[in-house]
C-alpha cells in the first residue's frame, strides 16, 4: 500500500518551468517505481515519465524528452518532475504513480495520486 501526494501544479506561460512533488505514504518508498502521467478531459491518460527503485533509471516519453526530468529522494520519501519549455500542450492534470519494478512501462503502475492541475498559456 501506498499513497501519494502531488504539489506544484499551477498556471504558467509557454517558455515557463514548474517542478512537480510527489510525496509517498504508506510504504517503504525506496521500494516503489515512481512515475508520472497526466490526462486532460476527452483524451486518454499519458505516461510521460518513470525511474526506478535507486533512482538509476529513468524512462520518458518523447513528447517530453529534453524538457522534463524525473527524480527522486529515498530519504524524503519523494519524487519529482522538473518541467522546463513548457508548451500549451503540456496542459494536463498531472498524476504520479507508483508500481513495483517496470519503471519503463504504463502497465508497471498501479497506484495513483489525486493529480495536479498544470496549465501553460500561449
Known amino acids: 500500500q501506498v499513497q501519494l501526494v502531488e504539489s506544484g501544479g499551477g498556471l504558467v506561460q509557454a517558455g515557463g518551468s514548474l517542478r512537480l512533488s510527489c510525496a509517498a505514504s504508506g510504504r517503504t518508498f525506496s521500494s516503489a517505481v515512481m512515475g508520472w502521467f497526466r490526462q486532460a478531459p476527452g483524451k486518454e491518460r499519458e505516461f510521460v515519465a518513470g525511474i526506478s527503485r535507486s533512482g538509476d533509471n529513468t524512462y520518458y516519453a518523447d513528447s517530453v524528452k529534453d524538457r522534463f526530468t524525473i527524480s527522486r529522494d529515498n530519504a524524503k520519501n519523494t519524487a519529482y518532475l522538473q518541467m522546463n519549455g513548457l508548451k500549451p500542450e503540456d496542459t494536463a492534470v498531472y498524476y504520479c504513480?507508483?508500481?513495483?519494478?517496470?519503471?519503463?512501462?504504463?502497465?508497471?503502475?498501479?497506484?495513483w495520486g489525486q493529480g495536479t492541475q498544470v496549465t501553460v498559456s500561449a
Open positions: 504513480a507508483a508500481g513495483l519494478v517496470q519503471y519503463w512501462s504504463a502497465r508497471g503502475y498501479n497506484n
